[in-house]
T-cell receptor, first 110, second 115 residues
């Protein structure tokens, strides 16, 4: 399967702690993206990292990409209860469509 | 519009009936995608439109599923003779280009329940 795999499947932390989620994939990619989904509905695009980039920051988000290991990580620093959601990695392996992983469910407790 | 709009937000239908799901993408976005998500699962790709044509429809699970896009804008996903395994959230997304070099903007989805 070309589907990405997130790890862990679920993560429970306290407010203020950092949350790290990992994504592995099997094909060569053009870019890798992270999305957040609240309450099982629409996904929101968080950040995109291109295959020639190794690290990218956006606010409290930090994404790394290791193409030699075919893996990426998403770090959320100083987490808040509002960060509670499912997080998905997605990558472009073909010309036009994104392949999504199965997601990590993050629970941030006050 | 300002975002991707999907309708209806919820649909309950009897097994064997046909359903139509609608997606109104962001104005000017040439690429439109349909995915579905079963409970607690990841997103399953269904079909991709560039303009009014569908260069990739490889994810449609059976010939009961079809989709069209008209005027380079609104798209309709039709499921004929619905089955219980069709129950899922159907998500539509659009993008300014079709090469996935930019993020997708998703609608809120249609939750389809087949009883």
């Amino acid at each position: 399967s070309q589907q990405g795999e997130e790890d862990p499947q679920a993560l429970s932390i306290q407010e203020g702690e950092n949350a790290t989620m990992n994504c592995s994939y099997k094909t060569s990619i053009n870019n890798l993206q992270w999305y957040r989904q609240n309450s099982g509905r629409g996904l929101v695009h968080l950040i995109l990292i291109r295959s020639n980039e190794r690290e990218k920051h956006s606010g409290r988000l930090r994404v790394t990409l290791d193409t030699s290991k075919k893996s990426s990580s998403l770090l959320i620093t100083a987490s808040r209860a509002a960060d509670t959601a499912s997080y998905f990695c997605a990558f472009r392996s073909g010309y036009s469509t994104l392949t999504f992983g199965k997601g990590t469910m993050l629970l941030v407790s006050p | 519009g300002a975002g991707v709009s999907q309708s209806p937000s919820n649909k309950v239908t009897e097994k064997g009936k046909d359903v139509e799901l609608r997606c109104d993408p962001i104005s000017g976005h040439t690429a439109l995608y349909w995915y579905r998500q079963s409970l607690g699962q990841g997103l399953e790709f269904l079909i991709y439109f560039q303009g009014n044509s569908a260069p990739d429809k490889s994810g449609l699970p059976s010939d009961r599923f079809s989709a069209e896009r008209t005027g380079g804008s609104v798209s309709t996903l039709t499921i004929q003779r619905t089955q219980q395994e069709d129950s899922a959230v159907y998500l539509c997304a659009s993008s300014s280009t079709g090469n996935a070099n930019y993020g997708y903007t998703f609608g809120s989805g249609t939750r389809l329940t087949v009883v």
